[in-house]
Every structure is written in C-alpha cells, then in structure tokens.
C-alpha cells in the first residue's frame, strides 16, 4: 500500500467518524447514542396518552408507536417454527398476501432433540433474520414450558421434560433470533402445562418446584441468553393469572432475574384492570373486546391497558410510575429492534434457510431401535412400499398458533421418492386419520379423502408389501384438534385412529417392519418388540421428508435423542389424580384448581424414582455406529461448596469433568455424552440423579476425542422453600456420563465438604 492511499484511509476513517458521532437531531434519534440514553431522552418527551397508546394493542398483532416524533409501531410475529403469514387487521384469518410463504423450521421438540447448541443458534439466527425481512420486531417464542404429561396439546412446540435441556437449548435460539434485531419473546411464563381449560385453570405448587423445575428454562433464557421479551401465560398460579401474576412478574422475573425487558400477555391473557397496571404486565395483545363490531370506533381502546389505564390515572386511583416503567420498556425494545442502528435487512425463504431446516430435522430424528433394518438398502429396480398417512399428510398447517404458509413441504414419501430415483416406490395408506387441511384460511391444497373401509385399507396395505425390499410404516399424531394441537390435550398417549392394530397386522406378515412416528409428544408403542426398526420423527417443516429419507438412507447418521420419556402407559406416569391433572372444581372458587402434588418427581425423575420400566428412556437414541466412554475424569476430588447460597447465585464453576468417547464403529456419526448428578442420602428426597450438562460430539469412524463438561454450583443444589435460597448438601456425589438416562457407561464420584 502506498504511503499517500494510507493517508487517503486515515483522513476517510476520521471524516466518517466525525459523520457517525455527530448528530444534530434529538439524543433518541442519534444511532450512536447508547439504548439507555436515547430512553431516557425520548421518556419526557411522550404525553400520559402517547405512553398508554405504546401499551396495548391497535391490531391483532401491532401496538401504536409515537408517530408524533417518529417512533415505529411495534409488530409481532408467531413463532416459533417460522414466521406465520400476515392476518387481517383484526381477524385471525390470513390476509391473503402472495408474498408471505415462509421457510418452515421444525418443531422445538425436533429442535430439543438435536441436543445441539449449535443447531439451537442456527434455528435462531435463521428464523430471525426471516422475521426481521418480514419487518417483525418480536417473534412470539420460544417455548420451554416442561412436560409434565404427555398429554399436553402443545408439548410439540416446546423443549421437553428436563429443565437443564430446555435451558440450556433455549439460549442460543434467544441469541440467535437477536442478533438480527429481532426481540425472542420466550412464552408461556410459566407453569403452563396443558391446554385444557388452560385460561381457567390455576397451576398450585409449592416452591422448590417452582424453582428446581418449571422456573429454569425461563431464567437460563433471561439471565443467561438475554431475552429481550417474556408472554405470560393464559393459566394462573396460585390463584392469579399469570399475565399480571404479581409473584411470577415482579418478585421474580423482574426482581430476582433483572429482566429488563418487556412482558407481554398472552393473546387475550389479560384480564384485569388493576393488576394489569400495577403487577408488572407491560404489553396487553388480544384482549377479546368483540374486535372490529363491539366498540364504536376503536374497540382497543376498551383494552385493560387503554382507556380504563387513562381514567384511572385521570382519577387518582394510579400513578404514572408503572407507566412510565411500561413506557421504558417498550420504548428499549424499540431502540433494540426498529431503531437499532444494527439492523439488519433480513433474508427470507434463502436456500441457507431451507438447508439449515433439514439439517436441524435430520439432527433430531431418534433412532430408537434398530436390528438391522436400517439404514435402508433399496437396489435399484428394488421395491420400497410406504404406508400411513403421515408419508403424505403436510403438517405445517395446524396446529394452532404455530401453523405456518410455507413455499414448500417436502413429505416423507416424496424425500423417500428423492433418494431412491431408480427404486418402485408404493404408498399405501393403512389408516385414516385426519383429512383436515387448512388454518385460518391457510389450505395445503391437498385431498386426502378416502372412501375405503379400514379393513379394506389393510388388505391393500398388506397384499402392496408383498415381494418388498422394506416395508416403512409412517404414521402417529397429526396436528388436528385432540392431537398435537392447542387448546386442546390428548385423551390418551394411544396411537390414534387405529394405528396400533395395522401396525401388529402388518408386523405379523413382514418381521422387518420399520415404523417411523411422527409426532410432537410422547405415544406409546406396545407393538416395539414385534418390529424391526423405529424411528422418532418430529414435525420437520418444509424440509420434513428429506431429512427423514436422510436418517432413512443413512445418509446423515441419526444422533437425536428424546428430549422425554417415552412410557409404556400413561398410567405409569405421576399423575395419577384428577386434582393433579385435568384439575377440579373447588367449592367457591371461580377457577379450576390444579395440585402439582408429584413434586419435582416429572418425567425420568418419576420413572427413576418409582423404578418403573419404560419403553424408551429420557435421552436415548441409537447411531448407525457405536460409541465407548473411557477415563472419566474430574478437575478435583473435593469441593468444599457446601451450604446455601442466595436465590440469583450459584453460577460461578466449581467442577469439570472429562471423559474420552471413541467411535468404535465402522461409521462416522456423533455422540451426546450426558452428564447426571446423583446426590448422597440426605433427610430431603431428592430425584435419583438429574442431567445437569451435554455435549454433541461428531468422530469418524474409529476417531477418539475428549468431551468437557463445566459444573457449577448451582448443579449440585436443591430449593429450600424455607430459606428461599439454594443449599447444596455435603457428602459423597456421584457423576455419571451416559448415553441416556438410562445407559450410563462411567462415573466418577466427587466430595463434598
Ligand atoms: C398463543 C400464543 C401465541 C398467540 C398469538 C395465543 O393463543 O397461546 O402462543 O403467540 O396466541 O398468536
């Protein structure tokens, strides 16, 4: 470079600097000022009626800005599987746009399944950057609420039954979406578990609970991935609802956690005027006010956070200091998202998307048993004969809030189709389930009517596996109302329509039979021992079928694992009480009232506890290659981190443990190395041991590598109620590495003073 063009380089730096620094216009609307700083400026600027405006709804999805001085309106966005097609102003019914088919991403339980961070932050950095193309400056979701039953209409959309996982899986997502300028709002907060009757139902538990189970996923995504928005939930607890729970909100949330930023309800969450004001609620979104035809002009300004806000101020019966915190909030969310200065342009149905959407579905197919049916291996000229109507029934639409217009869904049989050009290729249907195919004026275009009688079905599924290289039966839940769906739960973790009896049929005439489940909750498979092979496959997105034709084919080595039990029955399961699941009907009380008397004991903690058999455990997932543990060790033999420590503490690391994982196979693929921490005997029951860290690991065939895991104090800890804080109880741990909760390959023991 020569001496006079670095000068030129020099001068440019300095004259655009001098650009970016000053500013003539006010401090709010200098991009180089800090968020805080252009807060405060613009606060006092804003009449009472401007700050109220910022608070609630004007559309289905939007809230005023500031047009006076030029602050953005506020668009949100579901979430969290892509970002859903534009409705009507005030009508859920999609609008009609030809240009908001999105890249439809998997499930969250496809996403739990990967257990893989970086899949996490590629789902995140992906749906983000679709969102903020889409000018949305919130994307309602993710969410980690637990799964305490199997039941739960919407476990699909969610992270599975471990907190630890569903924390820990969560952050990079947040982080990802962010990144973009887009505000992660992390949902449904909190104890919300079913959707049964789930806007008059109030979840009652005690606080170790609260703090070991259902709290963790929504702090890990506040404290550590930095969400910039949290919905409360429909539900209450203890006897409040949850969109201005004053305990849940304030204590917590924004007291214990330091959330700084903006609490949005759930759509039509809010429910009360006063404690909406004062308990720590500051956006209201969906509040049923009869839309366009209840009110004369402007029905939202009937919302809670609206006109009534104003008369309250008006008369005395509020301040403005609650307002004037809402305002902040919304108005940092703003100066994060629409105002940033890092904003980004977005990118919308990129081929990028599509990849990282097969990727993510093909990392969280499950391989729960295989003995030697998979990979496939069709020749060419060979027979493949698919049945079950899951091959060919798009899933995108349905579901619920989550449903999503996509530009494409690759089905099962088409990815099959794809990957053996050269192979006859027969789908027979077996079963009828659902023949339902739109949302919200949202339509796959499909016909999936039928007029033949099942047994009908079944003989011809039977007499086209004949002569077949391999038989797949594709089938499980779907995404219509009693299956994976909101607003409603299943009855029973039973495969519906049937599907158990076609399944026995046609394992009794073909002993190779291959079952591939799709479905986005837990379902029992009493037919497991009479199969060759079963796969877990999740709602997929637009590129469903290739990644499952991927995981088929052994083209990408399955390394998914259940990110929750799968049962035997639901009977064995820990809720075994009406007043602990659906709920009853107290006398005298308005609500339905529901106990969570099992305690901290969910999923494998239950099972663990109970030592009931399972079909599949927690964690499990088998490769087409194996793996061994070797030489598990730990950075110290002691720890003297004994006693209580306060509520927001316990982050600091106090452990690592090492262990060498070689692939022993004759293929490449990937581990997840699990690490669960048993506690010693003590006076307080505790679950048999409980995952607190994971790491995916990818080896060639016949590579060895070394996986470390930190702990920190708050691994080792349990909730004291009392004390409200956290205790860590001395004596003799166990660590042990596994390849699921059920098989753990080494240990090491740790102790504590
Ligand atoms: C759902 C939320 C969703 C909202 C907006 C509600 O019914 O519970 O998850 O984000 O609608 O569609």
């Not at 928005?229 to 924004?254: E, P, T, V, W």
């Not at 009232?593 to 088998?622: A, S």
Request: glycine residues 10%; proline residues 5%.
């Amino acid at each position: 470079m020569t001496k006079r063009y670095t000068l030129f380089l020099a001068l440019l730096a300095v004259a655009s600097c001098t650009t970016a620094v000053r500013h003539d216009g006010p401090v709010y609307l200098d991009p180089a000022r800090s968020v805080e700083e252009r807060v405060a400026d613009v606060l006092p600027r804003l009449t009472i009626e401007e700050k109220v405006a910022l608070t609630h709804a004007q559309s289905k999805f939007s809230s005023r800005g500031v047009p006076r001085l030029g602050i953005p309106e506020v668009w949100c966005t579901d979430g969290p599987h892509g970002i859903r097609p534009e409705v009507l102003w005030d009508e859920w019914d999609q609008a009609g746009w030809t240009n908001d088919s999105c890249t439809a991403f998997p499930a969250l339980s496809c996403l739990a399944a990967t257990w893989d961070k970086d899949m996490s932050l590629l789902f995140g950095r992906s749906i983000g950057a679709e969102a903020r193309y889409r000018k949305k400056d919130i994307l309602l979701g993710p969410g980690v609420n637990i799964c305490r039953t199997p039941l739960n209409g919407r476990n699909f959309e969610y992270m599975g039954e471990d907190p630890f996982l569903a924390g820990k899986m969560v952050v990079p997502y947040v982080q990802g979406v962010q990144e973009n300028g887009v505000a992660a709002c992390v949902k449904h907060y909190a104890v919300n578990n079913q959707e049964t009757k789930r806007t008059a139902t109030s979840s009652n538990l005690d606080d170790r609970t609260l703090y070991e189970i259902y709290l963790p996923a929504f702090e890990t995504a506040v404290r550590e991935g930095g969400a910039w928005a949290i919905m409360g939930s429909y539900n209450l607890y203890n006897g409040q609802f949850n969109c201005h729970n004053k305990r849940l909100l304030l204590d917590i949330l924004k007291g214990e956690w330091g959330f700084d930023g903006v609490v949005v309800s759930d759509w039509g969450g809010c429910r009360d005027d006063d404690e909406a004001i004062f308990n720590g609620l500051d956006m209201e979104f969906g509040t049923w006010t009869n839309g366009l035809t209840g009110a004369a002009s402007d029905s939202y300004r009937n919302y809670h956070l609206a006109d009534p806000y104003l008369q309250r101020i008006a008369d005395g019966r509020a301040g403005t200091k609650e307002l004037d915190d809402k305002a902040s909030r919304i108005l940092r969310t703003i100066f994060r998202t629409s105002m940033s200065p890092e904003k980004h342009f977005g990118s919308f149905n990129s081929p990028e998307h599509y990849d990282a959407a097969r990727k993510i579905a093909a990392a969280g197919t499950v391989l729960l048993q295989n003995n030697g049916a998979l990979p496939l291996n069709i020749p060419d000229g060979g027979k493949l004969v698919i049945i079950g109507e899951n091959a060919v029934k798009k899933m995108v639409v349905g579901g619920g809030s989550s449903s999503l217009k996509t530009n494409y869904e690759i089905t099962p049989l088409e990815g099959l189709q794809e990957a053996f050009p050269n192979a006859e290729i027969i789908w027979e249907r077996g079963y009828v389930g659902d023949t339902s195919t739109s949302y919200n004026k949202v339509d796959t275009g499909q016909d999936l009517s039928e007029s033949r009688s099942p047994s009908q079905l079944l003989a011809d599924a039977l007499s086209a596996a004949e002569g077949a290289d391999a038989v797949i039966f594709i089938g499980g839940l779907n995404k219509s109302k009693g299956q994976d769906n909101e607003g409603t739960d299943r009855a029973d973790i039973v495969l519906p329509y049937g599907q158990d009896a076609v399944i026995e049929a046609l394992s009794a005439a073909i002993p190779s039979l291959i079952v591939v489940n799709i479905s986005g909750s837990p379902v029992a498979m009493p037919w497991a021992d009479k199969v060759a092979a079963i796969v877990q496959g999740w709602y997929g997105g637009s590129e469903s079928g290739r990644a499952l034709a991927d995981v088929l084919t052994g083209a990408v080595n399955p390394s998914g694992r259940l990110p929750f039990t799968l049962p035997k029955a639901l009977s064995d399961g820990p809720l075994k009480t009406a007043r602990q699941y659906p709920g009853i009907q107290e006398e005298g009380s308005k609500w339905w009232q529901e106990y969570y008397d099992e305690g901290v004991f969910v999923g494998y903690r239950w099972y663990d506890k109970e030592n009931i058999p399972v079909q599949f455990p927690f964690g499990h997932g088998l490769s087409y290659t194996s793996f061994s543990y070797d030489n598990a060790r730990l950075s110290r033999k002691a720890l003297a981190c004994a006693g209580s420590f306060p509520v927001d503490g316990g982050n600091e690391e106090v452990l690592k443990v090492s262990v060498s994982i070689s692939n022993t196979g004759g293929l490449d693929g990937a581990e997840v190395v699990q690490l669960y921490v048993a506690p010693p005997a003590g006076d307080v029951e505790r679950p048999v041991k409980e995952l607190r860290g994971f790491e995916k690991i990818s080896l060639k065939s016949g590579e060895s590598g070394m996986v470390t895991i930190p702990l920190t104090r708050r691994a080792f800890s349990r909730f004291d109620p009392d004390a409200h804080c956290w205790v860590v109880d001395p004596g003799e741990w166990t660590i042990h590495l596994g390849s699921s909760s059920a098989d753990l390959r080494t240990c090491a023991t740790v102790s504590i003073k």
